[in-house]
């Protein structure tokens, strides 16, 4: 414990410098608006940013303070779009929109805003307190998970998810499907083979998730608004200056504290990120709340819960990289290849070689997550007014910001056919009445279940049993029982 | 076609002592990929080590598509004869090459100018694992290779299964017999072989230095030549093991095919008046790279070489029929 305390001393020494605390505060902003960008995600911030950190030759340290503040400030802004345009700022974000934009559309976007910042900055901070306290024990528990454990983890993911099954399971699992198919383009993991690829050496590394969301969110609403404009079906939005009351925080307590726990563990495996949390947490609380809840039309509940996950789960992603020099996820191994720019071997050994890299990073992230909610609240009132800007300029600046965004990222120009492919694609489905979440989420648990699976079983040699081996599997597929059935029973109790 | 740019380190640049020379007025290294990767890298390596040779800095720009195969192409379509660019790419790269992964090209589609560095293939075990040998690995793998669980970064007929396949081949076995785990790169593969899902990693030599001096993992073999630099120069090389087996993973640069010989040779002598310093070395280093400077019809030989290993052993396996 006071080897914990005398690190955070040394942490705290570094990231109160006058300089590194400005580096924290710059990078919490510029993080909120890439975040923000529908298009730009984490990922490609922290690239864009890492050349012009490196050639303004600061110190490591700030370095990485800078980059890391931009993460999880990212996740952070994600939620901005999501809740006002229904389109996901980043891929930690698509869950939001499922009702953060309800409830901008009822005139309460400003209380959609503010409880979602609450919710983030809880989320950050939990994981963080987790980090530091628990950071080098999880790091064994991480490694420890195996190929057969993220199959368990999927199945979890499922279950939680047929939460989602709305009115309609066949549309529900005809979408899903649909995008456990979008996941097998590409060169096969496993064998080398290309599939569905159809001689486009574009299409060799699979479509990007990116590509996925802005395509099928951001281009589906884009279409979907210009059509209402056209027949006249459009209605204004009224002025609104509603705003996160006490008792919102009360109320969503449990789901708070949940899904903070829920999104850092799934944060601290290496291989899932905010994507993952925020959809298991989402499908959980609304298998929680049951018949109580208004999920899908502006739960607060529904709010809550992928944001903390999301900002728990950046935090988590750093226990691993931090301790044993593995990324938990995308954006942490570009962090890590920062680290290697700057003469520093990340590795297990970083902790007692470069105390003042990693404490200094833990101890910027407490900072980061109250400066991101200093900056976020007030500027909830601002955002909140964007809706009220007539639609015929707010469509066209959609359309601009993910163009520019797609393009000046990925950098290929098939990617923006790609997207008005999938935007037409998925507009027609919301035309059809399919909700589009089930679609992305059998995109990313898909692959994820499919690789691991055929992992598990070149580790076992074909033998199935290795699916129930370990308690942590046994443990999830309990869980995911749970989950399906533990509904089904309170709503026949109650009817009873 | 200009994409993502970076400008560059204006320390590196006061830095200038040879004038440019050529038609080189504005060098650009073309990295094929995402921000980010071991292509951004590469470039990063032209951009600050040759920043002495031109008096602007080398432009890093980003052409992602197809694992490189969008690059290939344009370089073999429009700009085929680009004097400024030089495009970045890897052993990997000459793998899809050859597989057909960038369509009709070969590796007779470009000029190969001058390697970044390199790095080798190790075969790693935990630190608690019984195999203290490569021998020890070689025999368990000889008696039944459906028993040993090899895993690496990349998928079956990738650059990093190639590692293990090769392991393997030198043992007269059957690389489609062995029990091979393939991840998402590395840092997975070494998160599994650390958790026990996998026996044997078959990785890169850059990436095992901090897990030596952790201790957490153990190094048997290298798969170069001559041993590397310290702090591996502890680890034997596979040859002084008795096994014939060597995997050089190159980092480098090519340009256009109808690239004029004045500007080739431009860029080559870039190149090599850069290897002849100290600080090259240096960022090497800082790259991750161990240094191997390969340029010209040197390097045209050894890609031509590595292709017909990779050739023969793709045919076997039936990655190309």
Redesign the interface.
């Known amino acids: 414990m006071s080897e914990v305390l005398n690190g955070l001393a040394t942490g705290f020494g570094v990231a109160l410098s006058p300089f590194n605390l400005m580096l924290v505060a710059f990078g919490c902003f510029a993080g909120t608006l890439i975040g923000a960008l529908p298009g730009i995600g984490p ?2 911030g ?3 940013l ?3 950190a ?2 303004l ?1 600061l110190p490591p340290e700030s370095a990485l303070i800078l980059l890391a503040g931009i993460y999880y400030g990212a996740e952070f802004g994600g939620r901005i779009s999501s809740i006002l345009l229904n389109v996901p700022g980043d891929a930690g974000a698509v869950m939001t929109t499922l009702d953060g934009n309800p409830m901008a559309r009822k005139g309460e976007a400003g209380r959609a805003l503010s409880i979602s910042a609450i919710a983030s900055f809880i989320g950050g901070t939990v994981a963080v307190v987790l980090m530091t306290l628990f950071g080098p024990l999880l790091s064994k528990f ?6 057969s454990d993220y199959v368990a983890l999927m199945v979890f993911a499922f279950a939680s998810l047929a939460s989602l099954v709305g009115a309609n399971p066949v549309k529900t699992l005809v979408g899903a499907s649909m995008g456990l198919m979008l996941a097998t383009i590409g ?6 083979v ?1 599939r569905y690829t159809f001689g ?6 699979g479509i990007d998730f990116l590509i996925v969301v802005i395509g099928l969110f951001g281009m589906a609403e884009l279409f979907h608004l210009v059509e209402q404009q056209a027949t006249g079906k459009l209605k204004t939005l009224p002025i609104d200056s509603s705003f996160v009351k006490w008792a919102d925080i009360v109320f969503g307590r449990w789901t708070l504290i949940r899904s903070s726990l829920i999104g850092f563990v799934i944060g601290v495996l ?2 899932t990120g905010a994507s993952v949390a925020s959809a298991v947490t989402y499908g959980t609380e609304k298998r929680i709340a049951g018949k109580s809840g208004t999920f899908g039309e502006g739960d607060v509940r529904g709010l809550m819960a992928p944001e903390a996950a999301n900002n728990a789960s950046a935090a988590g992603a750093m226990v ?1 990289m931090l301790t ?4 938990g996820s995308g954006t942490t ?2 962090l ?2 920062a680290l ?2 700057f ?1 520093i ?5 970083l902790f007692t070689q470069h105390p003042e890299i990693a404490w200094g990073l833990i101890a910027s992230m407490y900072i980061g997550n109250i400066a991101l909610l200093i900056i976020n609240l007030p500027l909830v009132g601002l955002f909140a007014r964007m809706l009220t800007l007539p639609q015929h300029y707010l469509t066209p600046l959609i359309a601009i910001l993910a163009f520019i965004g797609i ?6 120009p ?1 990617d923006l056919f790609m997207i008005i492919g999938l935007g037409i694609f998925g507009w027609i489905l919301r035309k059809l009445d399919f909700s589009l979440a089930p679609v992305i989420l059998g995109f990313v648990l898909g692959s994820l279940f499919e ?1 691991n699976l ?2 598990a079983l ?2 076992s ?1 074909g033998d199935w049993g290795i699916l129930v081996q370990s308690w942590q599997s046994l443990f999830l597929y309990g869980l995911a029982v749970l989950v399906v059935i533990v509904p089904l029973i309170l709503s026949r109790r109650r009817r009873a | 076609m200009k994409f993502v740019r970076t400008t560059v380190l204006g320390a590196v640049m006061a830095a200038c002592a040879f004038p440019a020379l050529a038609e080189i007025n504005r060098p650009e290294c073309i990295a094929p990929a995402q921000p980010g990767g071991g292509f951004d890298l590469t470039c990063r390596v032209a951009q600050q080590g040759l920043a002495p040779q031109f008096d602007r800095p080398v432009e890093v720009t980003f052409m992602p598509g197809g694992i490189g195969a969008v690059a290939f192409n344009m370089f073999n379509s429009t700009r085929t004869d680009d004097p400024n660019a030089i495009v970045a790419f890897s052993s990997g790269s000459l793998l899809n090459l050859i597989t057909g992964k960038y369509g009709k090209w070969t590796e007779n589609d470009a000029r190969w100018l001058a390697t970044a560095g390199a790095d080798y293939g190790v075969v790693a075990v935990r630190a608690d694992s019984p195999y203290h040998s490569l021998e020890e690995v070689m025999a368990a793998l000889k008696a039944d290779p459906s028993k040993v669980v090899v895993g690496a970064g990349g998928s079956v007929g990738s650059q990093d299964w190639m590692k293990a396949a090769l392991l393997l081949k030198a043992i007269d076995g059957d690389p489609r017999r062995m029990r091979y785990v393939a991840f998402d790169g590395g840092g997975d593969a070494i998160a599994g072989l650390l958790g026990g899902s996998i026996q044997i990693y078959t990785g890169d030599a850059g990436e095992m230095v901090p897990h030596i001096d952790a201790g957490d993992l153990r190094v048997l073999a290298v798969m170069s030549d001559e041993r590397l630099e310290a702090p591996m120069d502890v680890i034997p090389t596979a040859k002084e093991q008795g096994y014939d087996v060597s995997w050089t993973i190159l980092r480098g640069f090519y340009m256009g095919k109808e690239t004029s010989d004045a500007d080739y040779q431009a860029w080559l002598d870039a190149f090599r008046t850069a290897y002849d310093t100290p600080e090259f070395a240096e960022t090497q280093r800082s790259h991750g790279l161990m240094p191997l400077d390969v340029s010209g019809d040197e390097l045209k030989a050894m890609v031509a070489e590595q292709s017909a290993t990779l050739r023969s052993l793709a045919t076997e396996i039936g990655l190309i029929q």
């Open positions: 990922i490609n922290v690239a864009i890492l050349p012009i490196y050639g030759g991480a490694v420890a998970f195996s190929p060169v096969d993991a496993n064998t080398g290309t486009v050496p574009d299409l060799l590394a290496p291989g691993p044993l020099g593995i990324p191994a570009i890590l290849g290697l720019m003469n071997q990340p590795g297990p050994l393009y000046s990222i990925v950098g290929n098939f690789n055929r992992r070149s580790i040699g």
